[in-house]
């Protein structure tokens, strides 16, 4: 069966650093999402993305982070300077194009961000 | 008033109850809704979507009442492999629109 894969899988960085989550989303999804849960808490919208822009995004997704589709297969955010609020589960989810089932998203196993 | 809200639980039932759980959601024009599953430091596992006429799964049925706001699931003869944090999920979708809005979930431990 297809699933979203993420890398890393634990992700350690300092204050102020510059990280780079990796998503491979199901091959024949063209919506893109990233979501993040803080420990304890409820999962959290960050951003979505189709046909190469980003559809839409909370007021979490400021001008620290950012996402790319570099290629036809990896699907990127990025955080230009961590802070230690931003340790978090992120995970990274895709959904079909068209049709009933497109707002079926289906999860990535996380990264876990942890900011020192 | 939450955009989703749950009933935290925990919920402690012996193998073979039936459980049942609730949520209400905030916005009216909510499109679709969902049941997702996530286990202690997983991802979340689309259990279910809920249709307006209610649907079943196995052991699992799903309700929408849109006039009250409120979806519910009910899992029948509970399995210790059913213990969980159950997740209910909303969506406002339309055209590009697919930002889902999560409850804080409601844990549940099956007892053998």
């Known amino acids: 069966e297809p699933e979203v894969t993420q890398t890393p899988s634990h992700q350690v960085t300092q204050m102020g650093q510059e990280v780079i989550l990796r998503c491979v989303p199901i091959?024949?999804?063209?919506?893109f999402y990233w979501y993040r849960q803080i420990l304890g808490q409820k999962v959290e919208f960050l951003v979505s993305?189709?046909?190469?822009?980003?559809?839409?995004k909370s007021e979490i997704f400021d001008d620290q982070f950012s996402v790319e589709r570099p290629d036809g297969s990896n699907f990127t955010l990025k955080i230009r300077s961590t802070k230690l609020e931003d340790s978090a589960m992120y995970f990274c989810?895709?959904?079909?194009?068209?049709?009933?089932?497109?707002?079926?998203?289906?999860f990535g196993p996380g990264t876990r961000l942890t900011v020192t | 008033r939450k955009e989703v809200e749950q009933d935290p639980g925990p919920f402690n039932v012996p193998e073979g109850a039936t459980v049942a759980f609730n949520c209400t959601y905030s916005?009216?024009?909510?499109?679709?809704f969902f049941w997702y599953r996530q286990d202690c430091r997983k991802e979340p596992k689309l259990l279910m979507s809920?249709?307006?006429?209610?649907n079943e799964d196995g052991r699992f049925t799903a309700q929408l009442n849109r006039a009250s706001q409120y979806i519910s699931l009910l899992i029948r003869d509970s399995k210790l492999s059913d213990s969980a944090t159950y997740l209910c999920?909303?969506?406002?979708?339309?055209?590009?629109?697919?930002?889902?809005?999560w409850g804080l979930g409601t844990s549940l431990a099956v007892n053998p």
């Open positions: 989810a895709s959904s079909e194009w068209v049709g009933g089932r497109s707002y079926e998203q289906y």
């Open positions: 091959s024949n999804h063209l919506y």
């Open positions: 993305f189709y046909n190469n822009e980003i559809s839409e």
């Open positions: 916005n009216s024009a909510s499109q679709s």
């Open positions: 809920v249709y307006s006429s209610g």
């Open positions: 999920v909303v969506n406002y979708g339309a055209g590009n629109n697919r930002k889902l809005i």
